[in-house]
Structure formats: C-alpha cells, structure tokens
C-alpha cells in the first residue's frame, strides 16, 4: 500500500493563489489518477478536482490540478481566493483495489 | 436528482453489530460502482469498501476486513453494509458514494451520512 501526504494546513490572503501539494510515498503518480475532494464544515465531500486536471461542471476555473513526476506528487491550486473556498481539501488515488486519501488540508482565507 | 440518503447509525456496544443502509433515488442503481468511506470525528477520510455493479466483486480497507461485508439490492436500489466485532476506533460517520468511471474512477454523489458511536 502507499500513502498520500498532504500539508496539515495552508493559510492565503482573498485574492491571492494557493497550491496544496500531495506525495506519493511509493509507485508513480502517474500510474494512477488523483482526484480532489473539498469538504466544508459540516458536509460531505464534493469533487473538485478528478483525473488528475479535470473540473466538473459547477467548479469555477480558479480550480486546477496538475501531477510532478519528479517530485511523484499532485498539486491543488486555487486562484483568485474567495472566503467561500475555506474547507478541508483531501487528495485521492487508488491501486490494486486499495483506494488512499491523504490526511487533509485545511484551508483557512483570512 | 441523485440523492443517497444513509440510514442505520447510532451507539452500540465494543463488539456489537450494526448494519447501514444506503438508499438510492435519481440514478440507476444497478449501472454503477458503489462505496462506503468514512470519517472519525475531527479526522480525515477512509476508505471501507467497494462492490461491483452486480455484487460480484466487493474490496475492503485493510482495517475493516473480516469484520465487514459490503451487500446491495439492485430491485431495491439499497446498499448496505453489516459491522461485526465493532471497535471503538470504528466510531465515524458513514458515507456512502456512487464510484463513477470516465477515464478513472471517482465518487461524484455522496450521501450526507450517518454516524456510528462505539462505546461501552
């Protein structure tokens, strides 16, 4: 089995840009896709990252995702930060029928 | 609408049993890939179990195998999922989620779960 890291916390200004990284412990990042998860206070989980770089419809632009070969890791980036976009941001992979969340980031707009 | 609506949780003793249901409205149940994760208070998220369309194939997380069976009925549009020998590290709220499939899989419905309290 691998594990996903994630930073515990983040913390931006409105406005400004943030990039939440998530690494692989082991296997190629690029094996499998990555998808991100954002969960505010008190409900469940929504998508808004899948497949690596894909938003569902609904998740504005300032959305994006990408994956680092060299460093194995996925990154979040968030644009343009609303006070909306605080929540708990989970990253997610799966391989051989073991399906790994990272540990969460929490998000704070401030 | 898609919407999953879980059922089931509450408080039970170490080594109890509890069995939740899932139940589905807005989809055809029986096209997709379901699956239960879930969270213990203030922690992160945990992946439980998957099983197939069909019921064919079911997988579990490593911390609930042998303890949990993940079961659906197609002609009910209910998945379900029993907990034998309840621990209370087993204490989290209880999603359930449509697994979707484009080029990867993803869960793009959740339900708003249900809590499960192992305490003596």
């Known amino acids: 089995n691998f594990m996903l890291t994630q930073p515990h916390s983040v913390s931006e200004s409105p406005g400004e840009t943030v990039t939440i990284s998530c690494t692989r412990s082991?296997?190629?990042?690029?094996?499998?896709?990555v998808q991100w998860y954002r969960q505010r206070p008190g409900s469940s989980p929504t998508t808004v990252i899948y497949?690596?770089?894909?938003?569902p419809s609904g998740v504005p632009d300032r959305f994006s995702g990408s994956i680092d070969r060299s460093s194995n890791s996925a990154s979040l980036t968030i644009s343009g930060l609303k006070t909306e976009d605080e929540a708990d941001y989970y990253c997610?992979?799966?391989?051989?029928?073991?399906?790994?969340f990272g540990g969460g980031t929490k998000l704070t707009v401030l | 609408e898609v919407q999953l609506v879980e059922s089931g949780g509450g408080l039970v003793q170490p080594g109890g049993s509890l069995r939740l249901s899932c139940e589905a409205a807005?989809?055809?149940?029986?096209?997709?890939?379901m699956t239960w994760i879930r969270q213990a208070p203030g922690k992160g998220l945990e992946w439980v179990s998957n099983?197939?369309?069909?019921?064919?194939?079911?997988y579990y997380g490593d911390s609930v195998k042998g303890r949990f069976t993940i079961s659906r009925d197609n002609a009910q549009n209910s998945l379900y999922l029993q907990m034998n020998s309840l621990r209370a590290e087993d204490t989290a709220v209880y999603y359930c989620?449509?697994?979707?499939?484009?080029?990867?899989?993803?869960?793009?419905?959740w339900g708003q779960g249900t809590l499960v309290t192992v305490s003596s």
């Open positions: 099983i197939k369309r069909d019921g064919s194939e079911k």
């Open positions: 997610q992979s799966y391989a051989d029928n073991n399906w790994m």
């Open positions: 497949e690596d770089t894909q938003r």
């Open positions: 807005g989809l055809t149940f029986s096209n997709h890939w």
């Open positions: 082991s296997g190629d990042i690029a094996n499998n896709y």
């Open positions: 989620a449509r697994l979707i499939y484009n080029n990867g899989y993803h869960w793009d419905y």
